[in-house]
């Protein structure tokens, strides 16, 4: 940094030599405590004063209306309304929130190129704090610590400027010494949304502005350690551990240092003494064999630090944790204390609908909870270093992290998808590496005691360059215990040394093979791949696949954790997860920010079905008369695991067993079973590894891992025709078809089905008639599915009849209709009723394509029932939703649920809730009566309840502009195409997952009363 007045400036806002004023270096995040009983209690410090809580707030549209001097003593703003701090300004009233994706918030609006910024729309927050100095602070020295303030701002204490400081997610920190006072101090922050840093600010996310981490003051002792570096790592055989602790005090003191190792049970495992010399002092130990550190088993030590003076005094004590573990790269594999390890990922924004990324550590505790028992085994903190705590829990839970720096400049380089970085930054830009490489500082210093953190990362999508480069080359230096990750490499390989690793996004599964098989030099990671857009993450198994197949893929972390929606209400006052544009922010990109495998108010979506199964590390394969278990934990075996085989015979429990099985990590098992003879049916043979205990994480009981087998026993043919009269009454417009409590009708003129009545109720509130058609996803509306396949639109809404028959045989009747469509002459489809005099009508659609047209989104029967028929209970692969391509960890399982939740209530209303493998389903009422759908043996359908048809959803960008609920909308499909996932602009689903529209296709399922 040069040297530089203390006398602030506005031009700093704009000059990237400028990025901190007055700021103290970064150091460790480690808490400290006046004496051993309150380090090892872990609880607040009594030297932190937390200055959270209501402040003075005024806001400004731009630098040109603040209250430029309301730092003075003497400036008054006892009338200034309070505001929360953490938080968001855009969040309190103050402005509005912005959402945008890849393009500059200002694009259109300002002309301007880095460094400058817009002048005429920058908000200013002024923030000011009285507070009484602490008694325990009196004739200390006192420090304030900013843990996050986005992007810009200064502060002055008392009215004397104390510093400036950019990088919204690192923290910034200031001596007040000299000017605080004993009794009242008024602190004055004056926060911008824009400065320099806002150009490497160009994430994927919501644009807010404020203090929106915690602010705190704090003193320390005379003794104390200003930085802490803890390496605790493994010899060769990956046994015994080394351990070095490295000490930089605040000033050049004299101390002893006395060292202490806790094992994880809190005993004594060795010690050292050290004498501090110029403020320095470094400790080693060797320890001896050690339990290791890793997701799987999160073994932490503590490494307990005694500062005394010179009489021997203790002045200032530590409690570290810290794992031993060791990360390397060694013959191209990416190694965990010497085992190839396999990253089960997910990227994850800080963010809750209520306070944007202002999070509490509840949130952060539910969000690891959560990855924990959907078995995701790795984090990456995109694109900026998250909190302090979060890498705490990921210590002591068991996550693997990639920690990103605050760098992303996407605009700067790619246009509407072009790569064109003619003023890219930071690129080669020599003047703008000191404000990037204090960035990679300030992260590295406070996070790299952590042992979750196995990757450091340069950043995301800023191109590449000599700037980058440097950064990876610092990291490498400074830490050689990790290894340092940058996709954007990808795009310009002079610079390919910056990235250990091969890194992409959203490569397609044939492009990794492709790489893996053409002699790689570098592992291969997919730091963002399953674009979780809306109803997606089909064909991840294709992903999940590749670890097996090749050794050096390690890997992948779907984009993205939680949806990014703020909580919002309607014109009625309605809460609702709003989206970008929702809050008149231009430009925008609209719901793009509606990514996650969670819903934004923490609520699992139904991806989470697949994930947790495809991310399974031990699997289970059963079969008829046997269980293999395949251990695939690098180190954990299954001793706190119990197995639970369980036999369903259509749906129903037969019989289930429960026992202990000893699978070490790295093998497998083979189980005999011993199964009664069985009557005929079909079977689902389910194996499940349950928690033996409650951990951290999930409760006992909790199911790790799963797998299924089904098949069926034969049973004895019998005659399975009805008896019974049916009376048929051909009419001029009609045909009548009744029996013995049932009554059918069908028309010539409607040319369908238009009354089915079961002991009086009618179920058929409007007609059946083909479909062609689902409500468009997020991942067909970024293949311009509508554009390309809208004629399927068409012809599921209007359709030509040309023939009806009836054929009368011996015990059954059967009423055709033969469609024709105007998007093609060979297009037919054929839809008989067969009716039985039991009253089961058996429906069966024939489908005769035409390979000219474009692939058919569905071939289905689609008809309305009423409302009141509400209640649904299936026997299908479920519980959760699932299709063709993301029904791998579906279940056959028979369950219950209202049809008003049977959509998933994605973002922006469309195609959800279905289920494959349907053998039946009853929709009845509140009586238990209704219809019952039942696929024909051997022949299970997809089947699809909503209170709402697909071209209401077509039509409706957010739930509440949907209509009123008057009818529930049943849809029989032989087959419909998978929701896809590699990404959301313009990958296709996988050919095996589409349907051809040259394909002719049969299916049929039968109508029965549900009930008595």
């Given at each position: 940094m040069p040297t530089l007045s203390r006398q602030p400036s506005l031009d700093w806002l704009s000059d990237v030599s400028v990025f901190r004023v007055g700021r103290l270096d970064a150091h460790s995040d480690h808490r400290y405590y006046r004496t051993l009983a309150e380090a090892e209690a872990q609880g607040p410090m009594d030297m932190r004063h937390s200055l959270n809580g209501d402040w003075k707030f005024s806001y400004a549209v731009n630098p040109a209306g603040r209250a430029a001097e309301f730092y003075r003593t003497d400036y008054s703003t006892d009338s200034w309304a309070d505001i929360r701090v953490p938080g968001h300004i855009q969040l309190q009233g103050y402005g509005s929130p912005q959402y945008v994706n890849t393009m500059y918030p200002w694009d259109g609006l300002s002309g301007v190129r880095p460094p400058e910024i817009p002048q005429d729309s920058n908000p200013v927050g002024s923030y000011v704090k009285i507070f009484e100095l602490p008694a325990g602070m009196s004739g200390q020295p006192v420090y304030i610590s900013f843990q996050g303030v986005e992007s810009a701002f200064y502060v002055w204490l008392n009215g004397e400027f104390i510093g400036y400081s950019e990088d919204s997610f690192t923290p910034a920190e200031f001596d007040l010494t000299p000017y605080i006072v004993g009794g009242s101090n008024k602190l004055a922050v004056e926060v911008y949304q824009r400065s320099?840093?806002?150009?490497?600010?160009?994430?994927?996310?919501?644009?807010?502005?404020?203090?929106?981490?915690?602010?705190?003051?704090?003193?320390?002792?005379k003794l104390h350690v200003r930085d802490l570096q803890v390496s605790a790592t493994l010899d060769d055989a990956y046994r015994e551990g080394m351990l070095e602790v490295g000490l930089d005090m605040l000033g050049s003191v004299s101390a002893d240092i006395l060292l202490e190792l806790r094992d994880p049970d809190g005993c004594k495992v060795a010690s050292a003494r050290e004498a501090v010399r110029n403020g320095r002092a470094v400790l080693k130990l060797a320890v001896g064999e050690v339990r290791l550190w890793s997701a799987e088993t999160p073994h932490l030590y503590q490494v307990v630090i005694s500062v005394m003076d010179e009489e021997g005094s203790v002045k200032e004590v530590i409690v570290q944790k810290t794992g031993f573990r060791r990360f390397e790269l060694k013959n191209k594999l990416m190694l965990l204390n010497g085992k190839r390890v396999v990253f089960k990922g997910v990227n994850r924004h800080e963010f809750n609908c209520r306070t944007g990324r202002s999070i509490t550590r509840e949130d952060m505790l539910a969000d690891i909870v959560l990855m924990k028992q959907k078995n995701i085994n790795a984090v990456r903190t995109s694109h900026y270093p998250n909190q302090s705590l979060w890498y705490e829990l990921c210590d002591e839970y068991g996550l693997y992290v990639i920690d990103e720096m605050n760098l992303e400049s996407h605009g700067s380089w790619q246009k509407l998808g072009a790569v064109e970085p003619s003023w890219n930054v930071p690129g080669d830009k020599a003047e703008w590496e000191a404000i990037v490489m204090d960035r990679a500082v300030s992260m590295l210093e406070r996070d790299k005691n952590h042992p979750s953190v196995l990757i450091w990362s340069c950043g995301n999508e800023s191109y590449a360059g000599e700037v980058i480069l440097n950064v990876s080359n610092y990291f490498r230096k400074t830490d050689p215990s990790r290894l340092v990750h940058y996709e954007g490499v990808f795009h310009s390989r002079k610079?390919?040394?910056?990235?250990?690793?091969?890194?992409?996004?959203?490569?397609?599964?044939?492009?990794?093979?492709?790489?893996?098989?053409?002699?790689?030099?570098?592992?291969?990671?997919?730091?963002?791949?399953?674009?979780?857009?809306?109803?997606?993450?089909?064909?991840?198994?294709?992903?999940?696949?590749?670890?097996?197949?090749?050794?050096?893929?390690?890997?992948?972390?779907?984009?993205?954790f939680l949806d990014q929606a703020l909580l919002a209400k309607d014109r009625y006052g309605r809460e609702y997860l709003a989206y970008g544009g929702d809050f008149g922010d231009r430009p925008t990109d609209y719901s793009f920010c509606g990514n996650g495998i969670v819903f934004a108010d923490r609520k699992p979506t139904p991806k989470l079905q697949e994930v947790k199964f495809l991310y399974q590390n031990i699997r289970l394969q059963p079969d008829r008369e046997s269980v293999t278990v395949v251990n695939g934990n690098l180190f954990a075996g299954t001793d706190g695991l119990a197995l639970v085989v369980a036999l369903y015979r259509e749906g129903e429990p037969i019989f289930s067993i429960r026992q202990d099985i000893a699978v070490a990590a790295g093998s497998r098992q083979h189980i005999p079973l011993a199964l009664q003879e069985l009557a005929g049916g079909e079977y689902s043979l389910q194996a499940s590894l349950v928690l033996k205990q409650p951990t951290l994480w999930a409760k006992a009981g909790h199911e790790v891992s799963f797998g299924e087998h089904i098949f069926t026993v034969d049973a004895k043919e019998e005659d399975a025709q009805p008896a019974g009269e049916l009376r048929v009454v051909e009419g001029d417009v009609n045909i009548g078809v009744s029996g013995n409590g049932f009554t059918a009708l069908f028309s010539k003129q409607a040319h369908s089905l238009v009354s089915l009545r079961y002991g009086g109720r009618e179920m058929i509130a409007v007609p059946p008639s083909p479909l062609f058609w689902r409500a468009t996803t997020d991942n067909d509306k970024g293949t311009a599915l509508g554009f390309g396949a809208g004629l399927?639109?068409?012809?599921?809404?209007?359709?030509?009849?040309?023939?009806?028959?009836?054929?009368?045989?011996?015990?059954?009747?059967?009423?055709?209709?033969?469609?024709m469509f105007s998007i093609s002459k060979k297009l037919r489809t054929r839809i008989?009723?067969?009716?039985?005099?039991?009253?089961?009508?058996?429906?069966?659609?024939?489908?005769?394509?035409?390979?000219?047209?474009?692939?058919?989104?569905?071939?289905?029967?689609?008809?309305?029932?009423?409302?009141?028929?509400?209640?649904?209970?299936?026997?299908?692969?479920?519980?959760?939703?699932?299709?063709?391509d993301r029904a791998f960890g579906a279940r056959l399982s028979r369950f219950k649920r209202k049809v008003a939740d049977m959509p998933t209530p994605y973002l922006v209303p469309q195609e959800s809730g279905s289920r494959t493998g349907?053998?039946?389903?009853?929709?009845?009422?509140?009586?238990?009566?209704?219809?019952?759908?039942?696929?024909?043996?051997a022949a299970p359908l997809e089947c699809t309840l909503s209170p709402h048809t697909a071209f209401e959803l077509e039509h409706a960008a957010h739930a509440y502009e949907l209509p009123p609920v008057h009818y529930t909308v049943v849809t029989v499909a032989g087959r419909q195409m998978g929701v896809g996932g590699d990404d959301s602009w313009g990958a296709p689903v996988h050919p095996e997952y589409r349907i051809p529209a040259g394909d002719d296709l049969e299916f049929a399922f039968v109508l029965a009363p549900a009930g008595k």
């Open positions: 320099t840093g806002s150009w490497l600010e160009d994430q994927d996310f919501w644009r807010f502005s404020g203090i929106f981490r915690e602010v705190y003051l704090y003193t320390v002792p610079f390919d040394a910056a990235s250990d690793m091969e890194s992409r996004m959203y490569a397609k599964p044939a492009d990794i093979a492709e790489y893996l098989e053409n002699d790689p030099q570098k592992p291969y990671i997919s730091c963002e791949y399953m674009h979780a857009m809306g109803n997606s993450l089909g064909g991840m198994h294709k992903y999940v696949e590749l670890e097996d197949a090749y050794p050096l893929y390690q890997g992948g972390f779907i984009w993205d399927w639109y068409a012809a599921s809404l209007a359709r030509k009849c040309e023939a009806v028959t009836l054929e009368r045989e011996a015990g059954r009747v059967t009423v055709s209709f033969d469609y008989a009723y067969t009716v039985l005099p039991d009253g089961s009508i058996t429906v069966r659609t024939s489908y005769k394509g035409d390979a000219s047209l474009p692939d058919v989104p569905i071939v289905a029967v689609s008809f309305k029932m009423a409302a009141e028929y509400g209640e649904s209970e299936w026997l299908a692969m479920g519980q959760e939703e699932n299709y063709a349907v053998r039946w389903v009853n929709i009845t009422d509140g009586r238990g009566l209704g219809l019952k759908i039942s696929a024909v043996p």
